[in-house]
């Protein structure tokens, strides 16, 4: 059974100069919100990041939707060599900042894009992508830490104040998924190779 739409719409309207920040994938699910974004009369600002060109998604899409577009690799194979938070520290940095960053992607990414705009004060907005298993509140497994309150964020994100979020608990919990997930799959291989005996 398919149950939805659950959680929060993203809150958008005219703000003025919207920086939004897509590391790896992430950057598909930040495509409707520059969509939303332009629509609204702001003027967007593009920032992709991903390991190497074979890696990167919606280049054109974005191209054709964003007044600017930074596009950052680790090996320097598309765009500049370097990370998203160095254009990210520019915009906060140049004289007409933005009025909100928006961050979809790998947890460390949004975590050093909170850092980065933090000493300027300039609004953040992270959209969590946990582990969800019920989606309806009850299973705890979406659970984060947001300015010390525990939140779901099936129920009451995806979409957080980056400043305030908890990123590090937020990775030891997915570390932890991912042991549980790897142990679970040790085990059915034990099985397997028992069975096959
Ligand atoms: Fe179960 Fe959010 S997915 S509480």
Request: some cysteine.
């Amino acid at each position: 059974a398919v149950l939805g739409p659950l959680g929060n719409p993203t809150h958008i309207e005219k703000k003025g100069t919207v920086v939004c920040v897509g590391g790896g994938i992430g950057v598909a699910p930040l495509h409707p919100i520059v969509q939303a974004h332009k629509a609204a009369g702001n003027k967007v600002i593009v920032i992709m990041g991903a390991r190497n060109k074979d890696l990167l998604i919606f280049e054109d899409e974005m191209r054709a939707l964003a007044d600017e577009l930074y596009i950052m690799t680790d090996d320097g194979s598309a765009g500049t060599k370097g990370l998203v938070t160095e254009p990210l520290k520019q915009l906060c940095e140049s004289q007409c900042p933005p009025a909100e960053v928006v961050a979809i992607g790998p947890p460390i990414m949004m975590k050093f894009c909170a850092l980065t705009t933090k000493p300027y004060n300039v609004p953040t907005v992270a959209s969590l992508n946990t582990i969800m298993i019920d989606g309806t509140g009850m299973c705890g497994g979406c659970r984060i830490t947001v300015g010390g309150e525990t939140k779901f964020v099936c129920v009451d994100g995806p979409e957080f104040d980056a400043h305030l979020v908890d990123f590090d608990g937020a990775m030891r919990s997915s570390a932890m998924y991912r042991q549980m997930e790897k142990e679970k799959d040790c085990q059915g291989m034990e099985k397997l190779s028992q069975e096959s005996k």
